[in-house]
């Protein structure tokens, strides 16, 4: 089973439209990262949070970690086709020094 | 800096034969990563390195993958024999001593097996 379940799997949205994508851990989170993939590329960082009810903005994404519910959310305000591409969330495990990740989010953005 | 560096970007090959997969990290990193992204599986971990020494390789899939790295420099990911269910995009990334918010990927290497 998936150590990380995103959802949803695939979001297409208008222009100027606001979105939520949601990363669930089935284990206990020590650090929530979440990654940006374009196609034919890797992945590049965008956000880290680590501890409970932590909120962090870039521009115009916002990331949200709910310790308890092992959760974290991530918030595109007033999209635009430059957010469109895959979005990954990645746990933090510590026992392993491993980064798991999740299946990924693809998210579409028409004009 | 170039950033993480792969090659080649596509490979397509036929069943049984060896491919060979490079890896280029970013100068001064410590930490060497081999991961497969698939449509099914999504983004897997394979093996990582620390300074050049294999330390968890339990996400290679069976026998017929190995990794190296000879140097600080350079990693390769050889399949041998290849299987068609083995073509995926398979990424290296590197990051220095500790953080994964500076982890660093390449741009991936598009592997079909026929």
């Known amino acids: 089973s998936q150590e990380l379940e995103q959802s949803p799997q695939s979001l297409i949205v208008q222009e100027g439209k606001n979105l939520t994508i949601n990363c669930t851990s089935s284990k206990t989170l020590y650090g929530l990262y979440w990654y940006k993939q374009k196609y034919g590329e890797g992945l590049i960082f965008l956000m880290m949070?680590?501890?409970?009810?932590e909120e962090k903005s870039h521009e115009k994404i916002t990331a949200k970690l709910d310790e308890k519910k092992q959760q974290s959310s991530l918030h595109i305000t007033a999209s635009q086709p430059s957010h469109a591409g895959i979005y990954l969330c990645g746990a933090d495990r510590r026992s392993n020094y491993k980064l798991t990740f999740g299946k990924g989010t693809l998210l579409t953005v028409n004009p | 800096d170039a950033g993480v560096i792969q090659s080649p970007r596509h490979e397509v090959t036929e069943m049984g034969q060896e491919v060979t997969l490079r890896c280029k990290p970013i100068s001064g990193h410590d930490y060497l990563f081999w991961y497969r992204q698939t449509m099914m599986r999504g983004l897997e971990l394979l093996i990582y390195?620390?300074?050049?020494?294999?330390?968890?390789d339990s996400g290679m899939p069976e026998d017929r993958f190995s990794a190296k790295m000879p140097n600080a420099s350079f990693s390769t990911l050889k399949i041998q024999p290849s299987e068609p269910r083995d073509s995926a995009v398979y990424f290296c990334?590197?990051?220095?001593?500790?953080?994964?918010?500076?982890?660093?990927f390449g741009s991936g290497t598009q592997l079909s097996v026929l």
């Open positions: 390195f620390n300074n050049n020494v294999p330390i968890d």
């Open positions: 949070l680590q501890k409970g009810g």
């Open positions: 990334a590197s990051s220095p001593q500790g953080g994964w918010e500076k982890l660093f």
